[in-house]
């Protein structure tokens, strides 16, 4: 089992930068692959970025450029450096974690999730 914990959400002015963090539990955490996924108001849940257990990383086209993913398998830590920050990221920020080494963009493809953070970005 494997408990995630997100934080670093809040409100940020457009352009501003925000770096998410998110805590997890369990031994096996780095051989885990990590992901960020976002969900807007009556939107579904998008992908963002994923972090293998070897640290190949995958963008989606909307953040690429802006938005870091980042682990340290010594503390069992996942970061989402963002910067460059629009209005259209804001969303509900959720972490997740895959019971498989190697990455993917599916949701329904992550085993447990944190509870999210909200991130708000303002015009």
């Known amino acids: 089992q494997v408990q995630l914990v997100e934080s670093g959400g809040g409100l940020v002015q457009a352009g501003g930068s925000l770096r998410l963090s998110c805590a997890a539990s369990?031994?096996?955490?780095?051989?885990?692959?990590m992901g960020w996924f976002r969900q807007a108001p009556g939107k579904g849940r998008e992908f963002v970025a994923a972090i293998s257990w070897s640290s190949s990383i995958y963008y989606a086209d909307s953040v690429k450029g802006r938005f870091t993913i980042s682990r340290d398998n010594v503390k069992n830590t996942v970061y989402l450096q963002m910067n460059s920050l629009k209005p259209e990221d804001t969303a509900v920020y959720y972490c997740?974690?895959?019971?498989?080494?190697?990455?993917?963009?599916?949701?329904?493809?992550?085993?447990?999730w944190g509870q999210g953070t909200q991130v708000t970005v303002s015009s």
């Open positions: 369990g031994r096996t955490f780095s051989t885990y692959a």
């Open positions: 997740a974690a895959r019971s498989r080494s190697d990455i993917s963009t599916r949701y329904s493809e992550y085993n447990y």
